[in-house]
């Protein structure tokens, strides 16, 4: 197994990075479009070729869940096959999360097929602790040989319900 070596950017240049993220989660889900500007934003700082910096992870998972929750899956599939294919690429196999944001975005997109499959590929990279912080779904998914698609989509909608309800309660308080 291959280990990447990250490399740190110019001090400055990462701090402006991380106070952009920073910047942008406060603000989310208050003004979501500016918390995608401020995303975008310190994404774009990360310089080429971007999947090398150790700030990269971060930031580019943090944005991925903004541009879902604003609805540009689109976007976020794009940024996250750049992730996979220069992972794989240089066999790095051993970071499941964005085959799990992957999945994330393609329910997003109602597609649980292809969702599964990249669940199945998270688990066979970190097991059962690539999911410790993910819902329970995720984990049965990637564990199941077949999937009742409606039941997922049913599942998934109802924890997407779920995490705005307590954002808003969070908001409110």
Not at 22 to 37: G, Q, Y
Not at 114 to 141: C, W
Request: negative net charge; glycine residues 6%.
């Amino acid at each position: 197994m291959n280990i990447r070596m990250y490399h740190d950017l110019e001090a400055q240049l990462e701090e402006e990075i991380w106070a952009l993220g920073e910047e942008a989660a406060h603000i989310l889900p208050l003004d979501s479009n500016l918390a995608e500007e401020k995303a975008q934003k310190a994404w774009d700082l990360i310089p080429e070729p971007k999947h090398t910096w150790g700030i990269t992870g971060v930031t580019l998972h943090q944005y991925v869940q903004i541009l879902n929750y604003n609805g540009h899956t689109q976007r976020s599939v794009e940024l996250l096959n750049e992730e996979i294919l220069d992972l794989e690429g240089a066999g790095y196999l051993i970071h499941a999360e964005p085959y799990i944001q992957m999945a994330e975005t393609l329910l997003h997109q109602s597609k649980p097929g292809l969702a599964h499959k990249y669940l199945k590929k998270a688990y066979s990279i970190g097991g059962a602790r690539a999911f410790r912080d993910q819902p329970k779904l995720y984990l049965e998914m990637a564990k199941s040989k077949a999937l009742d698609e409606q039941d997922v989509l049913l599942q998934f909608a109802a924890l997407d319900v779920n995490a705005k309800l307590l954002s808003d309660l969070k908001d409110n308080q």
